[in-house]
T-cell receptor, first 108, second 113 residues
Framework: RKEVEQDPGPFNVPEGATVAFNCTYS??????FFWYRQDCRKEPKLLMS???SGNEDGRFTAQLNRASQYISLLIRDSKLSDSATYLC?????????FGAGTRLFVKA | NAGVTQTPKFQVLKTGQSMTLQCAQD?????MYWYRQDPGMGLRLIYY???????DKGEVPNGYNVSRLNKREFSLRLESAAPSQTSVYFC????????????FGDGTRLSIL
């Protein structure tokens, strides 16, 4: 089993839709969590941190479920510009593990 | 705002050739990392440097060497390139502290024929 797993997708959604991705992790001692966005042929860019109580940044909401060992990213009112691959990153034991990413296509 | 700068952006090598990928950051970060990204496999850590003067192996170090030249610069060397090393290579940096996010350079696309 991979240490960090994501559904590769792709998720194809219309503009204005709400879409959610999950990222599961195997190390119960993991302590820090992040979501990155990666555009085609570009570098990953930090989208947001994930806090224990959940956090929101505009149309984006991140949540952590320690009991079930997953984090989630919710995107509301999807825009064409949200089309990208979303990577989760899990830090535990002085090690950062990235998920392979979930591809999102937002269609007009 | 340069952030993390990688050179070159693209490179084609023949099997057996050597080359060095350069990475520099201007964010005064202590920690630096080298990853490779292959389709469907996500980012895999090759080597990292927690601070100036130290380097450690990551998940896939075979065939690579690194040098932390100073606080700003962290280079990755392929001594004898193999087709299996065809990939996109990303350098990243982060502040001190194991729970800090990493900031990436824009990558080097390396093809080995």
């Amino acid at each position: 089993r991979k240490e960090v797993e994501q559904d590769p997708g792709p998720f194809n959604v219309p503009e204005g839709a709400t879409v959610a991705f999950n990222c599961t992790y195997s190390n119960s001692a993991s302590q820090s969590f992040f979501w990155y966005r990666q555009d085609c042929r570009k570098e990953p860019k930090l989208l947001m941190s994930v806090y224990s109580s959940g956090n929101e940044d505009g149309r984006f909401t991140a949540q952590l479920n320690r009991a079930s060992q997953y984090i989630s990213l919710l995107i509301r009112d999807s825009k064409l510009s949200d089309s990208a691959t979303y990577l989760c990153a899990v830090i535990g034991g002085f090690k950062t593990i990235f998920g392979a990413g979930t591809r999102l296509f937002v269609k007009a | 705002n340069a952030g993390v700068t990688q050179t070159p952006k693209f490179q084609v090598l023949k099997t057996g050739q050597s080359m060095t990928l350069q990475c520099a950051q201007d964010m005064n970060h202590n920690s630096m990392y080298w990853y490779r990204q292959d389709p469907g496999m996500g980012l895999r850590l090759i080597y990292y440097s927690a601070s100036e003067g130290t380097t450690d192996k990551g998940e896939v170090p075979n065939g690579y060497n690194v040098s932390r030249l100073n606080k700003r610069e962290f280079s990755l060397r392929l001594e004898s390139a193999a087709p299996s090393q065809t990939s996109v290579y990303f350098c990243a940096s982060s502040t001190t502290g194991y729970n800090q996010p990493q900031h990436f350079g824009d990558g080097t696309r390396l093809s080995i024929l």
